[in-house]
């Protein structure tokens, strides 16, 4: 069974800097993707990013353009997540998600449908 398991959340203050990785134990292949989500109390899962794991191309919200990067180890079967300047309005619980098998069409990366697996979430609060 596909395992996504996610590390890094906590508490950091304005201004700061959180690395989240996500490692999965799925085989991947140029056709997989994975993605990062976050979901705020009373809020929809939102689209955060996402990464093409052939070519390593990323994708990222508006409101995280610039602050946010996406990177993948192809030995350890990790995404990472860095996220630069966090603003209060980031916290969150942040999940990773990963389809694997089958290539999600560009116009639909940011659904989260489209991502088969997902990672247990790990809590991100920006706060003085």
């Known amino acids: 069974q596909v395992q996504l398991v996610e590390s890094g959340g906590g508490l950091v203050q304005p201004g700061g800097s959180l690395r989240l990785s996500c490692e999965t134990s799925?085989?991947?292949?140029?056709?997989?993707?994975m993605g990062w989500f976050r979901q705020a109390p009373g809020k929809e899962r939102e689209f955060v990013g996402a990464?093409?794991?052939?070519?390593?191309?990323?994708y990222f919200s508006d409101s995280v353009k610039g602050r946010f990067s996406i990177s993948r180890d192809n030995a350890k079967s990790t995404v990472y997540l860095q996220m630069n300047s966090l603003k209060p309005e980031d916290t969150a619980v942040y999940y990773c998600?990963?389809?694997?098998?089958?290539?999600?069409?560009?116009?639909?990366?940011?659904?989260?449908?489209?991502?088969?697996?997902w990672g247990q979430g790990t809590q991100v609060t920006v706060s003085s």
């Open positions: 998600a990963g389809r694997f098998s089958t290539r999600i069409i560009l116009s639909a990366i940011r659904d989260p449908a489209q991502y088969t697996y």
């Open positions: 799925a085989t991947t292949s140029s056709s997989s993707t």
């Open positions: 990464i093409r794991w052939g070519g390593g191309h990323t």
